[in-house]
């Protein structure tokens, strides 16, 4: 089979959709179906689809291919897992689906989960409802929400349409944003919504080559950045991640490369937080990701054992990447753009940017203004 010029929209890559028995008569379930136009075969409730073969997770590559629509048995709103050893931004997850139809050489979703095919959860009322249970429960609390814990918040957005849906019930909340991260660049459901501020648009940026080797089926960099503008058009509020930033050759080139043409494309004022991680992952993903991608070399460096138990590179070599990369973004990024650490100590905070999140409030604080100015 020949590979599309452009990945802009992964979900090209699902060629058939499994729905649960009792999702059927789902009026949701028939829209998707009635778009994707793919072949579909109904299973008993909890089964696993049928016609992947193979052993989890060599059978990816298929098991990608292969689209659950089911229902939530479980809650879809909770908080992010975080940890308590590093600063984390107390985000709250929305559990859309599982699995994504790109493949990332450092993806922890290949660790952290033990099915090839991607799970879509139909029964989206539950969704709004939790959401709206949750605000009432804590009426003075502020929400940043996101959708991408096990997934990619857009990848299937031209075969779900949720995200309309959620920017048209997120634009009417005023304790709560949500943020929709992607590497895909499937935004065509984004225009001519009411959302009034209160859905973030966020982009997962690397050095070109990190992009083009170690990111398989996603939107190209220039793919990224022209979605990324259309969406600051339509007046959307922007994000970025740096993350994982990855220690190659040329690593320094790269990054300045892309920041350098993210700031020519995107303005700077619409961007309202830019995240920053270095690759730290636990030692089974090493596992996975070298037999997936023996050409790969991101897991053959030098790495400590965090307090988290996950590998990342040695504090040097983490300071002199931020170091880097922060220096740049503070060339460009204007005052109210919040630039911060994803799982990071207070040290590495007080090393690169000269202060500790405590200082202005916390990184949840920090993170709110910014959307509250
Ligand atoms: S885009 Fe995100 S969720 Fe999808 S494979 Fe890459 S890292 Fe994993």
Known sequence: MTEPHSWKDPSIYVHEIHVEESCMDL?????????????????????????????????????????????????????????????????????????CPMDCVYCILQAYLNKPWLTFFVNTENVFQEMETAFA????????????????????????????????????????????????????????????????????????????????????????????????????????????????????????????????????????????GALRYLPSLKTIGTRRFPGSRIFYQEFIEGLDNKKRYFRPRRVALYKHIYGLLKKYTVPSTCIYFCMESDEIWQEVMGYVPEEKGGIPLMLDRTVNN
């Open 137 to 276: 429960a804590e009426p003075d609390r502020f929400f940043r929400i996101g959708t991408g814990e096990f997934t990619d918040s857009m990848a299937l957005d031209r075969l779900t349409c949720l995200s309309p849906q959620l920017v048209e019930f997120m634009a009417k909340q005023k304790q709560a944003v949500l943020e929709l991260k992607t590497k895909s660049a499937v935004i065509s459901n984004l225009e001519n919504l009411q959302h009034n501020g209160r859905t973030i648009l966020a982009w997962s940026l690397n050095s070109p080559v990190v992009m083009q080797r170690e990111e398989i089926r996603t939107a190209t960099f220039d793919e990224r950045l022209s979605a990324a503008a259309q969406c600051a058009e339509w007046g959307y509020k922007l994000a970025f991640h740096f993350d994982p930033i990855i220690d190659h050759p040329g690593w320094e080139e790269g990054y300045e490369e892309t920041i350098t043409k993210l700031f020519q494309k995107v303005p700077a004022e619409n961007i309202v937080w830019i995240s920053l």
């Open 27 to 99: 009026a949701y379930t028939r829209e998707i179906l009635g778009r994707a136009k793919l072949p579909y075969t109904v299973i008993a409730d909890r089964d696993d689809p049928q016609g992947i073969s193979g052993v989890y997770p060599d059978n990816l590559v298929q098991g990608k291919r292969h689209l659950l629509l089911c229902l939530n048995r479980g809650h879809f709103f909770k908080p992010c897992p975080g940890t308590k050893e590093y600063r984390c931004c107390d985000y709250q997850v929305l559990n859309i689906g599982m699995g």
